[in-house]
């Protein structure tokens, strides 16, 4: 059975895969996609593969020399390893070994792993608190791509457990909602979808996209008040697609 595939092979299971000097490990210096695979197909994967190629070029001015393709065909062979209906596919890339933390990334390391992802039916809603402790930045570009370092969400998903929820809603540095740790997040006022926009600091998401398709969402700034007084509450990614979400009282 193989376990991962990188930088072209497919590897057998408990290989060590990367080198120690990676610096996706020893500087945080990668992007990623997560995407649901389900009975031996995947979800999404054009949009997944575009994102995860433009996040290269913009966060590491990297682009794979492998066709998206390529990409989408190693993820169905680990795939075929495993009796999972469903999984998680997650698609790496870093800035591979560098000569110093900030040199030109040479030799990027390509790396897809997979694993068991619930069904998205099964999806519970989310219990939920603002956390402002660790603010995205708005009006970074950065803040658009999905990158491998999970910091501040991290941070702020432990805060809200000590607070007896499962997940924040993080803020922005201009105090506004962003996002939850791991989804984008749509509000309802009178029927009406709207979801923060990009330069309030927040992943494109590609369920994102499609809500905002299917639900003629607006894309405005969403203030902690206004999300108090929002008729309902929703969190988005590629895995639980779209999850109700509700604040604990008193926050």
């Not at 072209?8 to 990668?30: A, M």
């Not at 570009?141 to 809603?169: F, M, P, Q, V």
């Amino acid at each position: 059975m193989f376990s991962a595939w990188i930088n072209g092979e497919f590897i057998p299971h408990n290989t060590k895969i990367l080198s120690p000097h990676d610096s996706g490990l020893v500087n945080g210096l990668g992007v990623l996609d997560t995407m649901l695979g389900c009975r031996g197909a995947l979800k999404d994967a054009e949009a997944h593969y575009a994102r995860l190629f433009h996040d290269a070029d913009t966060v590491l001015g990297v682009t794979p020399p492998y066709d998206p393709s390529v990409f989408k065909e190693a993820a169905l062979s680990l795939m075929k390893g495993h009796d999972l209906p469903y999984v998680r596919v997650r698609t790496v890339i870093t800035a591979g070994v560098l000569s110093n933390p900030l040199a030109k990334a040479e030799h990027p390391t390509y790396l897809i792993t997979i694993s068991k992802a619930s069904d998205p039916a099964e999806t519970t809603p989310a219990t939920c608190v603002i956390v402002s402790d660790f603010p995205r930045v708005a009006g970074c570009r950065l803040e658009n791509c999905k990158r491998t370092d999970y910091t501040r969400a991290y941070a702020a998903r432990r805060r809200a457990e000590l607070l007896g929820a499962s997940d924040a809603l993080m803020t922005n540095s201009e105090g506004n909602i962003a996002c939850a740790t791991t989804s984008n997040i749509f509000i309802v006022e009178s029927g009406q979808w709207i979801t923060p926009p990009l330069t309030d600091g927040v992943i494109e998401g590609i369920t994102r996209r499609h809500v905002i398709c299917t639900q003629k969402a607006r894309e405005e700034s969403i203030s902690p008040a206004r999300l108090k007084q929002a008729d309902q509450i929703f969190l988005t990614n590629s895995l639980v697609g779209v999850r109700p979400a509700w604040l604990l009282q008193g926050d």
